[in-house]
């Protein structure tokens, strides 16, 4: 991290990069071995809508129906939540255009708050949150690309844990060969979860106009309307549009981030809402409010009453777009480990190069070992419900950071400046979502907030206690060197 193994690499640099398994040179391409500036306005939007629509919409957009009562107030709540996400959205457009670098979350709470807050929500991403999230959505995958193939019977565990392990691999490779091979499939993948909407909102909208209302009758019957669910349902449609700050984890390579960030933002966000409000007025043509809370996969139900035998490729669309959603996380949260190493709060290697691909190959494969460990043992939903609290904790603290440093410092320059009342609101609905679980799921908020606080003496034990044992310096500047070698990686130039 710190000390001799930093010029231990820079050495290494300066000579060439001669080292490598196979012995042969190592040349830096174009003279300068970084990360280059790849993601487009296309590309940025691909990385927001892609992360942001997973297989929520497909299988279960039921918690906002459960808790606020009616068809009518379901809508009003999606409608809500989109805006409310929005308002989220362009303050990080804000923190993304005045601070140009990677990192996301990570960077915005170093920035405002200092190392040791900023260590915390690192750590906290590191052992729990983020390998529990992806591994959610690679068994997702798992299942629903099997499931044309088992149909109508059970799919084994064992069979779903395999494709599982599969799809994370391929997507870990992908990443870890080319950034514009990442983009590309990316943008691919998005499309094709667009046009899986496409194909629910189409026949819905068709129903629509032929007359199907009838489940629109007394749309806003309030009489099962409990104000006390109406939180919840908050929570429920602010979960569904989680992923749209994403784009902030690689603004250094973002191309004109105060013009592509700004505008990716807003444009994604039209597009998901519309299509989040769409589909569920779709759904509505052919079930009823109750028919909807009772199936297991919304969108395979409604293909079956409409499409008939097309209904088996709606999996393989849900499978695709899970398939996006892994894409789009390994590429944003490679770079949040990558600049958290190059802050010296990560081993230093991950803050490397890989010589001839130009990927931050090390930060990638970070992710492996501990995503592949929950799917194997963890109970992975469990741990879910600790973080998903912590989640909105950091991301209300980082847009309070930006109303903070308005006032801390006036003079940043900032392209794109959003009005106060954005920030402020969405600061207090994400505060109100955290007191929100302490109040609904005490035990398991607490448990999350208790992982989360052994980040405090992992800070003093491994960054800022510089004086370590002389063994343990060895050790990590031989840990350091020796990955450097065998994955070919090189400290970036500045």
Sequence with gaps: MTGSSASAHRETAANGHKASSNGTELKR??????????????????????????????????????????????????????????FGALSYAELGTCMKKSGGHYTYIMEAF??????????????????????VIS???GQYILEPLFM????????????????LTSVMYLNSMSVTWTARIQIFLTVSKLLAIAIIIVPGMYQLFKGETRHFENAFDLSNVQLSGMPLAFYSGMYAYAGWFYLNFVTEEVDNPART??????????????????????????????????????????????????????????????????????????????????????????SMIHVRRHTPLAAVLIMYPMTMLQLLVGDIYSLLNFMSFLRWLFIGVVVLGLIYLRYTKPDLPRPFKVPLFFPVVFCITCFFMVFLSLYSDPVNTGIGFAISLTGIPAYYIFIYFNHRPKWLQRTLDSFNRTLQIILEVVPADQ
């Design 29 to 86: 391409e174009d003279g300068k071995v970084e990360l280059g500036k790849k993601v487009t306005l296309l590309r940025g939007i691909s990385i927001i809508i892609g992360t942001i629509i997973g297989a929520g919409i497909f299988i279960s957009p039921k918690g906002i129906l459960k808790h606020s009562g009616s068809v009518g107030v379901s809508l009003l709540v999606w409608i809500a939540c989109g805006v409310l996400s929005l």
């Design 139 to 141: 068994l997702a995958f």
């Design 114 to 135: 200092g190392p040791q807050m900023a260590f915390i929500r690192l750590w906290a991403d590191l052992i729990a949150i983020r390998p529990a999230g992806m591994a």
């Design 261 to 350: 960030v700004p505008l990716a933002i807003c444009i994604s966000m039209a597009i998901v809402t519309s299509c989040y409000v769409l589909t569920n007025v779709a759904y509505y043509t052919v079930m009823s409010a109750e028919e909807l809370l009772a199936s297991s996969a919304v969108a395979v139900t409604f293909a079956e009453r409409l499409l008939g035998n097309f209904s088996i490729a709606v999996p393989v669309f849900v499978a695709l777009s899970c398939y996006g959603t892994m894409n789009g996380c390994v590429f944003a949260l490679s770079r949040m480990f990558y600049v958290a190493s190059r802050e010296g709060q990560l081993p230093e290697v991950l």
């Design 152 to 167: 109508p019977c059970g799919i084994p565990p064992l069979a779903v844990k395999l494709a599982t392990a599969i799809g």
